[in-house]
């Protein structure tokens, strides 16, 4: 799912901008959630099964929009 892919990034502190306004409330009311304002997080920062679920979140993702 979209939340999905965007909860690893979140997982890691990542500090979801005005324009994200959805993703910050979803995430802002988790207990888990503390976002890092210093840091930009990147999927180098993803261990291998991040990584690995993440790039399958996004295809998931793209396959749906594009109708496949």
Do not use: M
């Amino acid at each position: 799912s979209y939340e999905g892919a965007w909860e690893i990034y979140a997982r890691h502190g990542h500090k979801f901008g005005d324009d994200d306004e959805d993703l910050k409330k979803c995430f802002s009311g988790r207990s888990w959630y503390d976002y890092c304002p210093a840091s930009i997080v990147t999927i180098s920062d993803f261990n291998e099964y991040e990584r690995a679920n993440y790039n399958l979140l996004t295809s998931l993702n793209e396959e749906r929009a594009t109708g496949q």
